[in-house]
C-alpha cells in the first residue's frame, strides 16, 4: 500500500482537473437481449448487480477510439489543443493490441504529435493509478499537462455464452485533463494506491498473453476473456475500498461529513451500498450510472466523474471522493477538491 498527500517541504505543486469527458457507443444492449443469448433474466441480473443495460461498441470500433472521443471532449472543456497535449496515459485492459500502447493510437487520433504516451494496466483502478502518476509527473513539472483516460471494450474480451461474467460488462471511455493548480482552484488532496498480486486468480484474463497463448488447440475453450471468482471479489472489494476511502478522507484532512459527492467503482450496486453504509455517507450524495453502463472497467469511474461534472453535480470547492477496485488485485483512491 502506498500512500501520499502533498507534505510540507515536498517540491510537487497542486494539480486540477482542467475538463472532463465521456464517450460511450451508440449501441445499448439490454437485459431482455441477453435474456435471448443465455440463461438468465432481467429479475436476477437487476436484483444481483443493479444493471439493466451495457454499451457496446462497433466491430471496427476500438478501444482508441472511445478514448480519443472521451480525451478530445475532456481538451474541449480545458480549452487545451491536442496538439498542446503533452502526456497521455490511458489506463485500460482491453488495448487495440499488445503492443504499442493504446496511448500511442490515441496520441495520432487526437493529434497529440509532441505528446509522451503510454498505458496502465491496473484494471478498473487504473484511471486512478493514471491520476497519481499524472498527479506527480505534472506537479513536479515534468510535463505541463496531462491526459488521463480509462477506455475499455470489453465486449471484444467475454465469454457471451458464460452467464456468470457477460451480463456484468461494457464498453465505454471517460478522461480528465490534469493541469497545475492556480492559487484558489482545485486540486487533488490525497490519494491512495494498494496492490495484492496474491489474488491475481481471482479475476483475470488467463490466455492470449506468453503464459497461455491462443493456439487452434485451445481456441475452444476461450481463454481469452474475463474469468471471475465473484462472490470472492465481491468481499475484497468492499473491504479495500472502505479502507481506500478512509485513509484517503484522512490523508486529506477531512472526516466523510466534508464529502459531497462520492464517484465509486460502478461494478455491482450491492457492493455500492456496503460501502455507503460502512462509510456513513448519504445514499443522495453518491453517484450511481452502473444501471446504464454496467461495469466498464477502468473507464467506470472517468464516465461517472465526467457525467457528474457535466450535470452540475460538482461545483467549485465541492471535495469528491473516487474509489476503485478490480482484477490485480488493485484499488485506489483520490480525493478532490473541485
Ligand atoms: O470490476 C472488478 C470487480 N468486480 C466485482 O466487484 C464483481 C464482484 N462480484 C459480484 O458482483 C457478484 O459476485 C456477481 C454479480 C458476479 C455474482 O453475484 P452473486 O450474488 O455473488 O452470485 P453467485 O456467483 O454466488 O451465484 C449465485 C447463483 C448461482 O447459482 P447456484 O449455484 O446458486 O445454483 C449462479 O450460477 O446465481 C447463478 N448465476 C446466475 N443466474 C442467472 C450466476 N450468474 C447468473 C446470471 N443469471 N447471469
Known amino acids: 500500500m502506498t500512500s501520499s498527500a502533498p507534505q510540507p517541504g515536498q517540491t510537487i505543486t497542486p494539480v486540477r482537473i482542467a475538463g472532463t469527458g465521456s464517450y460511450l457507443p451508440e ?17 436476477w441480473i ?6 439493466r443495460a451495457r454499451r457496446i461498441a462497433a466491430d471496427d470500433e476500438n478501444t482508441s477510439d472511445l478514448a480519443s472521443k472521451a480525451g478530445l471532449k475532456a481538451l474541449e472543456q480545458a480549452g487545451i489543443d491536442g496538439a498542446d497535449v503533452d502526456l497521455i496515459i490511458v489506463a485500460t485492459i482491453t488495448p487495440d493490441t499488445l503492443t504499442p500502447a493504446t496511448a500511442c493510437y490515441v496520441q495520432q487520433k487526437i493529434g497529440a504529435l509532441g505528446a509522451v504516451a503510454f498505458d496502465v494496466s491496473a484494471a478498473c483502478s487504473g484511471f486512478l493509478y ?38 456484468l460488462f461494457g464498453d465505454g471511455a471517460g478522461a480528465a485533463v490534469i493541469v497545475p493548480s492556480e492559487n ?26 506468453s503464459a497461455c497463448p491462443i ?7 476461450k481463454l481469452a476473456t474475463l474469468a471471475m471468482q465473484g462472490r470472492e471479489v465481491f468481499k475484497h472489494a468492499v473491504n479495500a475500498m472502505k479502507k481506500a476511502s478512509i485513509d484517503g478522507i484522512t490523508a486529506a484532512g477531512l472526516t466523510a461529513k466534508d464529502i459531497k459527492l462520492l464517484i465509486p467503482h460502478q461494478a ?27 461495469n466498464t472497467s477502468a473507464a467506470a469511474v472517468a464516465i461517472a466523474l465526467d457525467e457528474a461534472h457535466r450535470e452540475g453535480r460538482v461545483e467549485r470547492g465541492d471535495k469528491i471522493l473516487l474509489v476503485a477496485f478490480g482484477a490485480g488485485l488493485t484499488w485506489a483512491s483520490a480525493v478532490i477538491e473541485w
Request: a negative charge.
Open 46 to 51: 437487476v436484483s444481483r448487480t443493479g444493471i
Open 130 to 167: 493514471a491520476l497519481e502518476i499524472a498527479r506527480h509527473s505534472v506537479g513536479a513539472g515534468a510535463f505541463k499537462n496531462a491526459l488521463i483516460i480509462g477506455a475499455e471494450k470489453l465486449s471484444a474480451f467475454v465469454d457471451w455464452t458464460d452467464r456468470n461474467t457477460c451480463v
Open 215 to 221: 493456439t487452434v488447440e485451445n481456441a475452444p475453450q
Open 27 to 43: 449501441r445499448i444492449m439490454t437485459n431482455q437481449e441477453l435474456e435471448k443469448s443465455v440463461d438468465t433474466s432481467d429479475e
Open 268 to 294: 455491482n450496486l450491492r457492493i455500492i451500498d456496503a460501502i455507503v453504509e460502512r462509510l456513513e455517507v448519504n445514499r443522495d450524495d453518491v453517484y450511481i450510472n452502473l444501471d446504464k453502463y454496467g
Open 184 to 209: 484558489g482552484g482545485g486540486r487533488v488532496l490525497s490519494s491512495q494506491l494498494g496492490t495484492d498480486g496474491a489474488q491475481a486468480e481471482l479475476l483475470n484474463i488467463p490466455g492470449g498473453g
